[in-house]
């Protein structure tokens, strides 16, 4: 049974401002905001919580920073040593190129020993490894030289040699692989003594190699062979006419040492 004689809204008063001076004595603001000393703070910016140390990418839930692979290292550091596009370009207005090294194994920078082939006039040379490679070496006096195996003109400090592929003739048996005689443009003419020689159809009269033979400074040594076979030493060579404006390049040479290379029975095969 409630006693009517209390009054509750006073008591609900009463109540409050207890706990509101109780709140005042703690320094602690009351809950409306409105009654309780107030203290104002000044707010710092901060940055993110520094990163912990020896937590793992996956915990933190963030994606990791790309490494390179261990076998990609020096490939990112050779791009980086690389000239920046500013710099190529400046390189390139400039207008000076650097000097291509050489290769020391060349035999463009090699002086040729042509007295290695004195005894072998119309004779094979011996192969080592290699037909024209066998001649190669024998002009350098190593087989640790370099050179285009496919070239027809092979150039040395000191001299010019040429390779030169024959027909073979009716009497030897080359199992069906003997080409029509049309598709060896180098004939021999044994009225003249002389050669014909082509050069590749990329070759013009400004090509070096073409204006060392045309300038006639240099000796020319030409080495011949059935289509296949070991090379044959054919002596030297005098430039009689040269057809420089045609395609590709013609020459005709003079055969000095036809009368050694005659004496030859199987050298003489080959040129008549």
Not at 33 to 60: A, F, V, W, Y
Not at 71 to 98: F, L, M, N, V, W
Not at 101 to 107: I, L, M, Q, R, V
Not at 229 to 245: A, C, D, I, P, T
């Amino acid at each position: 049974m409630v006693d009517s004689g209390i009054d509750f809204e006073t008591l609900r008063t009463e109540r409050i401002r207890s706990n509101q001076a109780l709140l005042a004595s703690l320094d602690i603001p009351s809950i409306s905001g409105t009654n309780g000393p107030s203290r104002s703070r000044k707010r710092t910016r901060e940055g993110p919580p520094p990163r912990p140390s020896r937590r793992s990418d996956r915990i933190l839930g963030v994606t990791p920073p790309s490494e390179p692979l261990a076998d990609d290292i020096d490939d990112r550091i050779s791009r980086s040593e690389k000239p920046s596009k500013t710099q190529r370009t400046t390189t390139k207005r400039s207008g000076i190129s650097a000097p291509t090294e050489a290769n020391p194994k060349s035999t463009r920078i090699r002086i040729a020993k042509l007295d290695s082939f004195d005894d072998y006039l119309g004779k094979l040379i011996p192969a080592n490894g290699g037909n024209k490679a066998a001649v190669v070496a024998m002009g350098a006096g190593t087989s640790d030289i370099s050179f285009n195996k496919y070239a027809g003109i092979i150039e040395w400090t000191n001299c010019i040699f040429l390779f030169v592929n024959v027909p073979l003739p009716p009497s030897h048996d080359n199992k069906g692989k003997r080409a029509p005689a049309s598709s060896y443009e180098n004939a021999f003419s044994t009225t003249e003594r002389t050669v014909s020689f082509f050069g590749k159809p990329s070759q013009h009269s400004e090509t070096p190699v073409i204006q060392r033979i045309v300038e006639k400074k240099d000796p020319v040594l030409l080495f011949c062979r059935y289509e296949g076979q070991q090379y044959r030493f054919f002596g030297r060579l005098e430039l009689v006419v040269s057809s420089l404006q045609q395609s590709p390049i013609a020459f005709t040479f003079r055969m000095l040492d036809w009368s050694a290379i005659e004496a030859q029975p199987d050298a003489k095969e080959m040129i008549y």
